[in-house]
């Protein structure tokens, strides 16, 4: 029964559960999604993280890193911005951004279609009002200062530049962000018993799951400093740095992080780091190459934390890797492991190792 369910939904292109197609206040959810207003972007800093990333640009080598299942996407997105940054067209590249979810770089995402029919509004609005239900019960086990840092920030016009849909009842919330705010929940219990020199964000894309971690971890250390660190391909890359919104926040292009010779790709290794490092990833950890998830895994630092949350290999098809296997080949221990809420044959998991 549960395959002929899953077929019908693929055949309709049901996103959310079938009996929320009968609830009449999933279907108001639906339909009081709209797109967010436009949010003119600050030229100063826009060009701030331009510069970060305009030296570090080798479009062949980020090519060869890109995963075999986005990899012709990836080409043509990383030319078109690398063309546009080489010739300084600022002004061009402020209108992709400051439009992101109606540009095709953000093509795949919920809220890319500059026109929702009235059946994917319903599957959207659906899967939003349930998995929002969850998240609301998680809600509970987070202390009310935090909570409410948290829906500030979630709020904010810079936390929704690039006009995704918004639901907007009590508080305003995008429907790209419930995942990375669910993730937020689990990774806020580690942030309130460790403090972490570096913590790194690797894949954020949209960049919605860094500013709800970086935002956190100065609420629970204000006199300390962190290092903020951002790492995935150039398009993504800047379109996290402006979300986050700290100038000193640093990038690292996957490019500058590998080894190449001859058209090949080797492994290579975060910068040295005496203290403690943070490696947070959502998503895209099984996308990678055992060459990326070994140079990225691989601890740098006095002691390395990772949190994920992924689905297993076995669970995402062909042509993906097995970080479970390079996390522990690599010496790490396994902290906690739990089931997702939201996603089935998801995983929220933490891993440790020290030098």
């Known amino acids: 029964m549960r395959k002929i369910i899953n077929l019908i939904k693929l055949h309709l292109g049901i996103k959310g559960s079938l009996r929320d197609l009968f609830n009449p206040y999933a279907l108001i959810t639906s339909f009081s999604i709209k797109r967010a207003k436009k949010y003119k972007l600050a030229n100063d800093n826009f060009l701030v993280y331009i510069n970060k990333v305009e030296n570090q640009i080798d479009l062949k080598k980020s090519i060869l890193l890109a995963s075999v299942v986005w990899r012709n996407t990836l080409k043509n997105r990383l030319k078109k911005i690398s063309n546009l940054i080489k010739i300084k067209e600022i002004d061009a590249l402020k209108d992709i951004y400051e439009n992101l979810f109606l540009s095709d770089m953000m093509k795949g995402a919920i809220s890319h279609e500059t026109k929702i029919s009235k059946l994917s509004r319903l599957s959207q609005g659906t899967r ?5 239900k969850i998240i609301k019960k998680e809600f509970q086990e987070i202390d009310e200062e935090i909570l409410e840092e ?32 669910y993730f937020a929940l689990f990774i806020i219990k580690f942030l309130k018993n460790h403090f972490f020199d570096e913590i790194v964000f690797i894949g954020d894309g949209a960049g919605f799951l860094s500013p709800l971690i970086t935002s956190s971890d100065k609420f629970f250390n204000p006199s300390k400093l962190t290092s903020y660190v951002i790492i995935d391909f150039l398009h993504f890359a800047i379109a996290t740095a402006i979300r986050n919104n700290i100038e000193n926040i640093r990038i690292f292009l996957p490019e500058k992080l590998h080894e190449f010779k ?31 998830l070994r140079t990225y895994l691989k601890n740098t630092a006095d ?24 996390l522990k080949e690599m010496g790490y221990k396994e902290i906690i492991t739990k089931h997702s809420k939201l ?9 440790k190792v020290s030098r």
């Open 262 to 292: 001859n058209n090949k790709v080797f492994v290579g290794k975060l910068p040295l780091l005496k203290g403690k490092r943070l490696i947070i990833n959502q998503d895209s950890f099984p996308e990678m190459s055992l060459i990326s």
């Open 343 to 351: 996603r089935e044959n998801y995983f929220l998991s933490a891993y």
């Open 303 to 326: 002691e390395t934390f990772v949190l994920s949350y992924n689905q297993l290999a076995s669970n995402a098809g062909k042509n993906h890797s097995n970080h479970i296997g390079v």
């Open 128 to 132: 939003f009002y349930r998995r929002y």
């Open 150 to 181: 948290l829906i500030k920030l979630i709020n904010s016009e810079i936390y929704n530049f690039g006009r995704p849909l918004i639901f907007k009842k009590n508080i305003a919330l995008n429907i790209e962000c419930l995942d990375e705010l």
